[in-house]
């Protein structure tokens, strides 16, 4: 059993920049990779960003690449996304995921989820 919990959100100007924090409970974290995804009002959930379990590895939709940056601190159980440059689209609630195996891109593939983290971008 894997626990995540979300913090880092809340407002910011167009342009500006936030850093999200996933911290996971177990002695497993290592084990999995770890996704970002977001839902904005009214639409669906999206991928966002995932990191390989070592790190090594790092997977990003078009819509960020080149603002975001996912990366993670297995001695500390953390995963971080580094938002720059950000828009009001960007705006939505950010989950955070553990999976073990599958398709980093898909929601249906991740086997613990977060209660999400608020990102509002004014603009």
């Known amino acids: 059993q894997v626990q995540l919990v979300e913090s880092g959100g809340g407002l910011v100007q167009a342009g500006g920049s936030l850093r999200l924090f996933c911290v996971a409970s177990?002695?497993?974290?290592?084990?999995?990779?770890m996704g970002w995804f977001r839902r904005a009002p009214g639409q669906e959930r999206e991928f966002v960003a995932a990191?390989?379990?070592?790190?090594?590895?790092?997977y990003y939709a078009e819509s960020v690449k080149g603002r975001f940056t996912v990366s993670r601190d297995n001695a500390k159980n953390t995963v971080y996304l580094q938002m720059n440059s950000l828009k009001p689209e960007d705006t939505a609630v950010y989950y955070c995921?553990?999976?073990?195996?599958?398709?980093?891109?898909?929601?249906?593939?991740?086997?613990?989820w977060g209660q999400g983290t608020q990102v509002t971008v004014s603009s």
């Open positions: 995921a553990a999976e073990y195996s599958g398709t980093v891109w898909n929601a249906n593939d991740y086997d613990y």
């Open positions: 177990g002695r497993t974290f290592s084990r999995y990779t």
């Open positions: 990191i390989s379990g070592s790190g090594g590895h790092t």
